[in-house]
Each structure stands twice: as structure tokens, then as C-alpha cells.
T-cell receptor
């Protein structure tokens, strides 16, 4: 069964460094998402991406964040200058169509900012 | 805004016990409702869903009924197994545009033999 994959599974970085989290969505999917979960808190929506542009973003997704689909298979989340409060589990998701079509999630990347 | 509230965990049960995990929601429109499960070391997997009032979602022995009058979507299973130990997330999605999921905090279920 096709699945969403994410790399790395765990990333440790120093405050102020740039990180790139990578995701490979399911190949025929058209809509892509990033969510995050700070330890002990809710899973929160960050951004959605369709047709090579951001379709929606939350208040969390400020200028330090960017997303890209550089080569038609990868979907990346970049944090330009990490802060301690960026430490969280980051989930990528994809879906084929809009509406009630299911979102499929990856296993997550745990980001630790020291 | 839209929100989902789940019961705090962990929920600790013995094998074959009855499970209920409560979930209530607040939404401005008419959402679809979901339960996702996360097994240790894995991603979020869709467990079941319901798209309109009075619908019942079911999968792997788990059930949840969309109750508009009580704005609830409680997860139930008649007889849990050790392999059901996981974190369960209730979520809603408004059926409009580039719909995104709004999640609850998650409830950890621990089932002992």
C-alpha cells in the first residue's frame, strides 16, 4: 500500500540554524500538508499546498517557514532560523482530492532545537 | 474557532475490557469527523470517519456515531486487545475548499494482558 514517508525521523539542531524537513507524498496525490505537535499539545495545522502554491496557512506559519515541492516528488518544510519553541513532531500529509477524501500521514520528524 | 476536546489519558484497560474515549467538538459549519490512531513509531492512520449527523463510522471493531445534538463523536470498542495500545486522535474537517484537519490532543490507550 502506498504511504507517505518522511526524513529524517529525528533532527537535532542548534537555535538559529536552518533545517529542512523532507516528505515524499503518495505519488498521485495533489494536496499536501504540514502539521506539527508540540509535546503534550494538540496536532496543529501549519500549511496546505496545491498546484505549486500555498493554499492556506495558519498563524504559526510565519516568515521563518517556507514550503517547496522542488522536483515533483518531494515536499519540504524549511525553518530558516530555528527557535527553541519550534521543537515538535512535524507531520506531513497528502490527499488525492479535496473535500472528504482522506488525508494520509507520514510517521513524522521529531525536531529538537537546543 | 473550530476545536476538538478529548478526554485526558492515559486510559489503562485490561484485555477484553470495553473502551470509550470521549470526543466533543465545536464548529461553525457542518464538519466531517474522524478518529486517527498512532501506533508507536508510526504515523497517524485513519481509523474511521463520519461525514454527516447520525452516521456511524466503524473499523477493526471500533465504532463512533456522529451526534449533532450533543456535538460528540465518542470512540467505542467492545473488547480491546493489547495490540490496540496506541494514541487516538479525534479530528474534524470542514467540508470546504482546501480543508484542513483540526485535532484534539490525543488520548493514549494502554491495554494490558
Amino acid at each position: 500500500e502506498p504511504e507517505v514517508t518522511q526524513t529524517p525521523s529525528h533532527q537535532v539542531t542548534q537555535m538559529g540554524q536552518e533545517v529542512i524537513l523532507r516528505c515524499v507524498p503518495i505519488s498521485n496525490h495533489l494536496y499536501f500538508y504540514w502539521y506539527r505537535q508540540i509535546l503534550g499539545q494538540k496536532v496543529e495545522f501549519l500549511v496546505s499546498f496545491y498546484n505549486n502554491e500555498i493554499s492556506e496557512k495558519s498563524e504559526i506559519f510565519d516568515d521563518q517557514f517556507s514550503v517547496e515541492r522542488p522536483d515533483g516528488s518531494n515536499f519540504t518544510l524549511k525553518i530558516r532560523s530555528t527557535k527553541l519553541e519550534d521543537s515538535a513532531m512535524y507531520f506531513c500529509a497528502s490527499r488525492y482530492g479535496e473535500g472528504v477524501d482522506t488525508q494520509y500521514f507520514g510517521p513524522g520528524t521529531r525536531l529538537t532545537v537546543l | 474557532g473550530d476545536s476538538v476536546t478529548q478526554m485526558e489519558g492515559p486510559v489503562t484497560l485490561s484485555e477484553e475490557a470495553f473502551l470509550t474515549i470521549n470526543c466533543t467538538y465545536t464548529a461553525t459549519g457542518y464538519p466531517s469527523l474522524f478518529w486517527y490512531v498512532q501506533y508507536p513509531g508510526e504515523g497517524l492512520q485513519l481509523l474511521l470517519k463520519a461525514t454527516k449527523a447520525d452516521d456511524k463510522g466503524s473499523n477493526k471493531g471500533f465504532e463512533a456515531t456522529y451526534r449533532k445534538e450533543t456535538t460528540s463523536f465518542h470512540l467505542e470498542k467492545g473488547s480491546v486487545q493489547v495490540s490496540d495500545s496506541a494514541v487516538y486522535f479525534c479530528a474534524l474537517e470542514l467540508n470546504s475548499g482546501y480543508s484542513t484537519l483540526t485535532f484534539g490532543k490525543g488520548t493514549m490507550l494502554l491495554v494490558s494482558p
